[in-house]
């Protein structure tokens, strides 16, 4: 059974730094893309950064670019997601995820929600101004 553990979520006020974690097992940790989407209320969801597992590749949403980096220990399977420089519109219920099938470079690029089998409970974000 794929588990996917979230942590680090939180409130802050603009400008400040969160950082998520989120610890996979029972899963194959390769090639795989993993990564975090948000959704705000009354918003749709959104792919915000994801990497490509054991490897170097990365993808940001261009809402975060600069401002959000992703890691990865792949010793622990567990992806980290450094978020900097916080907006209030970077408030949202964050959710990790993580695809069951073998991930290209392209679909990495290109997250849709229903491509990813394996969700974490999700951690809220709140940033105040």
């Known amino acids: 059974q794929v588990l996917l553990v979230e942590s680090g979520g939180g409130s802050v006020q603009a400008g400040g730094s969160l950082r998520l974690s989120c610890a996979a097992s029972?899963?194959?940790?390769?090639?795989?893309?993993m990564g975090w989407f948000r959704q705000a209320p009354d918003k749709e969801r959104e792919g915000v950064a994801f990497v490509l597992t054991g490897g170097s590749v990365t993808y940001y949403a261009s809402s975060v670019k600069g401002r959000f980096t992703i890691s990865q220990d792949i010793a622990n399977l567990t992806v980290y997601l450094q978020m900097s420089s916080l907006k209030p519109e970077d408030s949202a219920m964050y959710y990790c995820a993580a695809t069951a099938r073998y991930c290209s470079a392209w679909d990495l690029a290109n997250p849709r929600d229903y491509e990813y089998q394996y969700w974490g409970q999700g951690t809220q974000v709140t940033v105040s101004s």
């Open positions: 029972g899963y194959t940790y390769r090639n795989r893309c």
